[in-house]
């Protein structure tokens, strides 16, 4: 058992099967023998290595305890013990501010080829493949159209051998892709450039996803930004886009396999409280985990928080047409929501400056049919929650996130979206998609474990 900022922590190591290596029994055994009466188990998105999701744990855990001290509105917590899960799982990182915080490689043609490489060597012999004559194509894509077109149609088979269940919308949105349409919507002016060091939020060199004036969704950071670095180019965004797909599919073992596995033998073992946080893809493993609570026997998380999730936002929802027009099947995850699984509240941040997920869901929008919704955000049918919220749900309501020491009513069985989006003394509240670990964003999850 480790301590980061005064907390006991815990390393909980998942495969890329869902199947956890280390940790679970550690941590059960640790919680029912000092009596901790709350556990957090926290799971990373888009990171590259151990040191990395730890770095995010641990800014995560400074702010944190920074809020306890507070009192006030959070004050029923002092007399609370915390242990903490850190859940640490093979995802390859999808650069962008604030996410890495300097850890992510630089842009280029070596960082393209090396995350292809490193995809390639844990794929199995059908994608690895795939992933084979994508690297064959790498050099010449950027100036040779037919070989852009062969690198789209290597992605799509790709897409294509996924799982296909009722939860794989990254499949879905691009089920009637060709080729030609896929290297349009990765084309069409979304010109990005990358931060010089110092930009707010962001570590030198790492591209930001966040596109000029005029292309997509300009609310993001970039309007001011087309002065620096180089236009982020069709290799990198396809990359991404790969990256965040065969991720997407694999955070789903994660939290369904291997989560699960940990908060169960947390309740065989004591009575702690469980909460439940992720962040980007984590935010999908997590959600994923109170899914696999449902099978008997039947279990309880007692909140769970979402920092600027990478699934859509419409998958807790039932089937319908959202209120801007666009008709949607049942939510993957909505049985969460019927049965009650996590006991207390649910809490989304989302912020239109996170310019990651609108990416990720920007081409399968694009290519949905509805070209004039193509930009990810709250009007399109392929949107994500770290972007728009929880869309079209009964039990959503909007808030704005506070600034640390800001009252919240969080009722059990709500939704609570926390839009970080506006600026307090110019700056957005919620940066960039990496922006989780601020003190306003834990000062929410503080008030979130007030009410259970």
């Not at 915080?101 to 292809?116: F, I, K, M, Y």
């Not at 959202?322 to 699984?341: L, M, Q, T, W, Y």
Request: glycine fraction near 12%; charged fraction near 20%; proline fraction near 4%.
């Amino acid at each position: 058992m480790d301590t980061i900022e005064g907390f006991d922590f815990q390393p909980i190591e998942i495969d890329r099967h869902g199947r956890v290596e280390a940790g679970a029994e550690e941590l059960a055994t640790h919680v029912r023998d000092r009596e901790v009466s709350d556990v957090i188990i926290i799971c990373h998105g888009f990171r590259n290595d151990a040191n990395d999701a730890r770095s995010l744990y641990t800014r995560f855990l400074k702010t944190f305890k920074q809020n306890l001290q507070r009192g006030g509105p959070v004050s029923g917590l002092s007399g609370r013990t915390f242990a903490v899960g850190g859940v640490f799982w093979p995802s390859m990182i999808l650069p962008e501010p604030d996410d890495s915080q300097g850890a992510a490689l630089s842009v280029g043609s070596g960082t393209e080829r090396q995350r292809l490489e490193t995809m390639k060597a844990d794929a199995d012999a059908n994608a690895a493949g795939k992933i084979d004559a994508m690297l064959r194509d790498l050099p010449k894509a950027e100036d040779d159209h037919n070989a852009r077109l062969r690198m789209a149609a290597s992605l799509l088979d790709l897409v294509r051998e996924l799982p296909e269940d009722e939860g794989n919308e990254a499949r879905a949105g691009l089920a009637n892709a060709t080729p030609e349409s896929l290297c349009n919507a990765l084309m069409a002016g979304d010109t990005v450039v990358v931060a010089p060091t110092g930009n707010v939020g962001g570590a030198g060199g790492i591209p930001q996803l966040t596109p000029q004036t005029g292309g997509i969704g300009g609310g993001g950071m970039g309007g001011g930004l087309s002065g620096f670095g180089k236009v982020f180019g069709f290799v990198p965004k396809l990359v991404n886009l790969t990256t965040f797909l065969l991720m997407f599919n694999r955070c789903g073992d994660v939290g369904s396999k291997g989560m699960s596995q940990v908060v169960r033998r947390v309740k065989e073992l004591s009575n702690a409280r469980v909460h439940l946080v992720g962040h980007s893809l984590g935010g999908r493993a997590v959600t994923a985990c109170a899914k696999a609570l449902i099978d008997p026997p039947a279990q309880r998380a007692d909140t769970m928080m979402l920092l600027q999730a990478a699934y859509s936002h419409f998958g807790l929802s039932v089937a319908g047409t959202s209120a801007n027009g666009i008709k949607h099947p049942r939510g993957f995850f909505r049985d969460i929501i019927e049965k009650r699984v996590v006991a207390g509240p649910i809490v989304a941040t989302h912020s239109t400056h996170d310019a990651v997920v609108q990416f990720a869901y920007t081409p399968m929008a694009a290519v949905s049919g509805n070209n004039a919704r193509k930009i990810g955000d709250e009007s399109s049918p392929f949107g994500g929650i770290g972007r728009n919220g929880v869309l079209d749900t009964k039990e959503a309501e909007g808030l704005e996130l506070q600034v640390a020491g800001g009252a919240y009513t969080f009722k059990s069985g709500s939704i609570h979206n926390l839009d970080g989006s506006r600026n307090i003394n110019g700056v957005p509240m919620i940066r960039s998609h990496g922006d989780v670990a601020n003190e306003a964003v834990t000062w929410a999850f503080a008030c979130l474990l007030t009410t259970v």
